[in-house]
């Protein structure tokens, strides 16, 4: 984005093209002027959130369940679930 704004000669532009917003770029070209490449790659990893996650053998069975029932729903797969004593919405 920094460089096509560069090649266009108009931020604008090159935000419209792109689909990021004014505010975005000048971010992105201020994080790049301080910090060079390696700044914009450590703002687009997302870290996890741990306090949202499920605990690990919940999530171990739900994609066990979903790698061997590829054709399972998602309320399928929270009523199988839940015979085994597992609790999980759907969602």
């Known amino acids: 984005m920094l460089n096509l704004a560069k090649e266009l000669g108009n931020v604008s532009q090159?935000?419209?093209i792109m689909g990021?917003?004014?505010d975005t770029f000048y971010r992105y070209k201020e994080l790049y002027e301080m910090g060079g490449e390696m700044a914009l790659q450590e703002i687009n990893r997302k870290r996890p959130i741990?306090?949202?996650r499920v605990e690990p053998h919940i999530e171990e069975?739900?994609?066990k369940i979903a790698t061997d029932n590829p054709a399972l729903g998602q309320f399928r797969v929270s009523n199988e679930l839940r015979?085994?004593?597992i609790f999980i919405s759907p969602s």
Request: positive net charge; proline residues 0%.
């Open 14 to 16: 090159a935000c419209k």
């Open 20 to 22: 990021f917003s004014r």
């Open 50 to 52: 741990i306090k949202n």
């Open 61 to 63: 069975a739900v994609v």
């Open 83 to 85: 015979k085994q004593g």
